[in-house]
Each structure stands twice: as C-alpha cells, then as structure tokens.
C-alpha cells in the first residue's frame, strides 16, 4: 500500500512539474516590433490597447526557459530549448501585443494565429498552419509543411504567401499579392489589384477580383486547372496558353491550335483598350476565364 501511495504522489508530482503556466508582462512601445520564437506547439498573438506584450500559456517540461526582453523599441520572446531539442518541447504561447506592433514569428513545427495586429507581420514556419489579418501593413506569410491563410478587410497593401506542401488562400486583400505553392491550391477571392502574381506546381489555381488599370495578373502552374473571374469592367490584354488542356473564354475569342498536330492551345485578344495585362499559363489542365 506504501508503494501504490508512493507512485501515485509521484505521478501527481511529475504532472505538476511537467506542466508550467508563465504569466509575464513587459512595458512596450505602442508601435514597436516584437520577435517570437518558439520551436514546437503554437503561437496566438492578439492586438490590444494596452502599451505592454503580456505572454500566458504553458511550456513544455523540457523547456530551459521562456525569455521575454524588451530593449529599446523591441521586444524578445523566446522558448529555450536545449540544443538537441527532444520531446517535451511543446509550448503553447498567448501573446498580447499593442494594436500597432509589428510582429515577426518564426517557429519549426508549430501553428500561428494572429488576430487584430495592424503592423506589418514576417510569420515563418516549418510544420504547421498560419492564419493570419490583413489591415494594410504589408504581410509574408510562410509555410513550408501547412496551409496559409490571410483574410483582410480590402485594404491595400503588399501581401505574400506561400506553402511548400499546402492550400494558400488570400481573402478580400487588395493592392499587391504574390502566392505561391508547390503542391497545393492557391486561390484569391475578392478584391482589386494593381498586381497579382498566383504560381503552384501541382494544385488549382482561382482568382476572383477586379484588376485595376494599368494592373497585371500573372497565373502560372504546371499541373492544375485555372479559374479567374474578374469582377468591374475588364480592359487588358490577354495572353493565354495550356498543353493538355482546353480555355474557355467568356469574353468572346476563341482558342486555336499551337500546332496541327499537337494537343496545345493559345488565345491572345485584347479587351477594352487594353491598359493591364493578363497572362495565364498551365502545362496540364484546363483555364476559365470570365467576368
């Protein structure tokens, strides 16, 4: 009976070891920048009024320690880790940043979230999703094992985002996209751009929005079907061709044959005077273009 009591007092014992909340609050410039770091588990930061970067959430039991720093107009925070990096590593971090901080969060096998931060954001990860909102301030959002998503409110700026193995999506971002995946669907939906540039080795590729005057779309993927909508008036010049597939224009002009032999298409047209361009290449699958 000594020995079951023993056990028992020890199993409670290693929970309450293993398990460590943190709790930490540093002064912070209202618009300053803030670095994170943490290797495994996840990252939330949350935009608030306050002029201060406040960290809860738990460490993992084989962490050394969570640094939290500020020096001059930044702030550090760091999950230490020993250098051979193990189990029990994982920690989950909720951070509070000031509204206006911009952020930038590099972790390697662990999901980020960021809501309400109106600053410009540089979040990295190896293994994991990033979520992300777009207010203006420019974004890069990476992954290299995960989805990435950004949603914003129509506001312009210069958005990236990108997946080696994953879905990347941008909602209601206006002004400059890039998105990029190598095997995933990249898709735009809604918005109005003076540049847009959407490439995916294997995945679909969907573009819904308004491209401005002047303004260029660039679609390009090796296997993967391309869908663009545009919605407004269009006035571009169009440059479109696929291998193994057939376009589907509802604008008018039709498709010919590269070769009389060969399985390719192309369909070049301009539209209105002309002013952007639209350029949408696929080696197999089929593109739609309408408005």
């Given at each position: 009976m000594n020995r079951l009591v023993s056990t028992i007092l020890a199993c409670l014992l290693s929970v309450?070891?293993?398990?460590?909340?943190?709790?930490?609050?540093?002064?912070?410039?209202?618009?300053?920048?803030?670095?994170?770091?943490?290797?495994?588990?996840?990252?939330t930061v949350t935009g608030w009024s306050q002029n201060a970067v406040k960290v809860t959430g738990t460490l993992g039991r084989n962490v050394e320690e969570l640094i939290v720093e500020r020096e001059g107009d930044k702030v550090f925070i760091k999950v230490k880790v020993p250098k051979r990096g193990g189990r029990g590593i994982d920690s989950d971090l909720n951070i509070s940043v000031p509204q206006n901080s911009s952020i930038d969060i590099g972790t390697v096998s662990a999901d980020i979230d960021v809501i309400d931060v109106t600053g410009e954001q540089g979040l990295h990860t190896v293994s994991g999703d990033v979520n992300t909102e777009h207010s203006g301030?420019?974004?890069?959002?990476?992954?290299?094992?995960?989805?990435?998503e950004v949603t914003g409110d129509?506001?312009?700026?210069?958005?990236?985002?990108?997946?080696?193995?994953?879905?990347?999506?941008?909602?209601?971002?206006a002004g400059s996209v890039k998105v990029e995946s190598v095997s995933g669907d990249v898709a735009v939906?809604?918005?109005?751009?003076?540049?847009a540039s959407l490439e995916t080795v294997t995945g679909e590729l969907s573009?819904?929005?308004?491209?401005?005057?002047?303004?260029?779309?660039?679609?390009?993927?090796?296997?993967?079907?391309?869908?663009?909508?545009?919605?407004?008036d269009v006035s571009a010049k169009f440059d479109i061709d696929t291998f193994n597939g057939d376009i589907s224009n509802c604008f008018g002009p039709k498709a010919e044959r590269t070769s009389k032999h060969g399985p390719g298409w192309e369909l070049e047209f301009t539209e209105g005077s002309g002013d952007a361009r639209v350029s949408i290449?696929?080696?197999?699958?089929?593109?739609?273009i309408c408005n």
């Open positions: 309450t070891v293993f398990a460590e909340d943190v709790d930490r609050t540093v002064d912070a410039s209202a618009d300053g920048r803030v670095d994170v770091s943490n290797i495994a588990g996840s990252v301030a420019d974004i890069a959002a990476e992954s290299v094992s995960g989805d990435v129509n506001a312009d700026g210069e958005v990236s985002g990108s997946s080696v193995s994953g879905d990347v999506r941008l909602f209601r971002i939906d809604e918005g109005s751009f003076n540049r573009f819904t929005g308004e491209l401005r005057k002047g303004g260029k779309l660039t679609v390009d993927t090796v296997n993967g079907d391309v869908e663009v909508e545009f919605s407004g290449s696929t080696l197999n699958g089929d593109v739609r």
